[in-house]
């Protein structure tokens, strides 16, 4: 759990859920794990290489607070700490995060970079 920033809810991770979400859990951003495909037999556990943010939800109650963006901030330093990349498949996060918050680009998955992909 992590202490909001000054006018933001706490927001906290929802591992069962696979969400990032508020206190209520009223808002939240949802996301999917990618694991890499390699080759080869006996690879039964491929290792998890992306979140992909599937859905952002804010209710009336909460929006024009910020709260998006503060989910989004709270998902994307989650990625960078577990040395994962952001698939942003959500259209709050392509649209608005992510041209508001450039320096964020860099963990934006690029199947190029990988080879097996």
Request: aromatic share 10%.
């Amino acid at each position: 759990m992590a202490a909001g920033e000054s006018g933001a809810s706490t927001i906290r991770w929802n591992e069962s859920q696979r969400r990032f979400e508020t206190e209520d859990g009223k808002a939240y951003i949802q996301y999917a794990l990618v694991r890499e495909s390699e080759e080869g037999e006996g690879n039964h556990n491929p290792k998890v290489v992306a979140m992909d943010l599937i859905h952002t939800y804010v209710p009336n109650s909460k929006r024009g607070q910020g709260v998006a963006a503060h989910l989004c901030n709270f998902a994307f330093n989650h990625a960078q700490a577990h040395s994962l990349s952001i698939i942003p498949s959500c259209s709050y996060v392509s649209d608005t995060f992510l041209p508001r918050n450039p320096s964020w680009n860099t963990l934006v998955y690029d199947k190029n970079l990988k080879s097996s992909m």
